[in-house]
C-alpha cells in the first residue's frame, strides 16, 4: 500500500513538474503558396536592398542601418556560429526600441526576451532550451551578473557548472552538468565604452 501511494505522488509530482514548464509556442507552418513567395524574395536580385525595404515598411524609420545590422544579426540564430549585438549609447537613445521593433520580425518561437536574470540562469535552461534561439536581454543592468556564462555561450556555445548533489544522506556527490547552445544574444546597454 505504501508503494502504490509513494508512485502516485511520485506521478503527481512529475504532471505538475511538466506542467509547470513554459509551453512553446507553436512553430508556424508556411502553406506551399508563402512558401515559394518566401524563396523567390530570397532568390530575388538586391536581395539586401529589398529586404531593407521590408524593414523600413514595418515601421522602422531614421534607424536603417542599426536596423539592418540588428536583423542579420538576429537572423544569424540559425547558423552554427550565430553573430551577437550590443547597442550601447546614452539613455533614452531608443536602443532598447530598436531591438523590440527589429525582433517583432523575428517568429515568437524562436526568441526569448528577458527583463533580469539571476547569476546561475543560464545554467537552469535545459539543454536544447536555447538552441537557435534569439536571447533579447532588455538592458545590460540587467545582466551583469551573467556576463560571463553569457560570454562563453557566446564563445564557446556551452557552459558547464559542477554541483553538488546529495545522493545518499550523509554523501555529497560532485556533478558537471553541460548546457552546449547555438544562441544569438542581443541586449542594450547604457553608457560609454571605456
Known amino acids: 500500500m505504501l508503494n502504490n501511494l509513494t508512485a502516485a505522488l511520485e506521478d503527481y509530482r512529475a504532471e505538475r513538474l511538466e506542467a509547470m514548464k513554459p509551453k512553446q509556442a507553436e512553430k508556424k507552418q508556411l502553406t506551399e503558396s508563402e512558401r515559394r513567395e518566401a524563396l523567390k524574395f530570397l532568390k530575388s536580385n538586391n536581395l539586401l536592398q529589398r529586404t531593407a525595404e521590408a524593414i523600413a515598411a514595418s515601421g522602422i524609420v531614421g534607424e536603417e542601418t542599426n536596423a539592418m545590422v540588428a536583423y542579420l544579426v538576429y537572423t544569424s540564430r540559425k547558423r552554427q556560429v550565430p553573430l551577437h549585438l ?12 530598436l531591438q523590440e521593433k527589429v525582433s517583432e520580425l523575428m517568429p515568437e518561437e524562436d526568441k526569448l526576451e528577458i527583463t533580469t536574470l539571476s547569476s546561475n540562469a543560464f545554467y537552469y535552461f ?5 538552441r537557435h534561439r534569439l536571447l533579447l536581454i ?8 551573467v556576463l560571463y556564462p553569457l560570454r562563453e555561450l557566446q564563445s564557446k556555445r556551452r557552459i558547464s557548472k559542477t554541483v553538488t548533489l ?3 544522506p550523509h554523501m555529497a556527490i560532485p556533478q558537471t552538468e553541460a548546457h552546449p547552445s547555438t544562441t544569438g544574444a542581443a541586449f542594450p546597454g547604457s553608457g560609454h565604452a571605456e
Open 86 to 97: 550590443m547597442c550601447l549609447g546614452a539613455s533614452g537613445t531608443d536602443k532598447t526600441w
Open 126 to 130: 535545459g539543454r536544447e532550451e536555447l
Open 138 to 145: 532588455e538592458d545590460l543592468d540587467g545582466a551583469e551578473s
Open 166 to 168: 546529495k545522493d545518499v
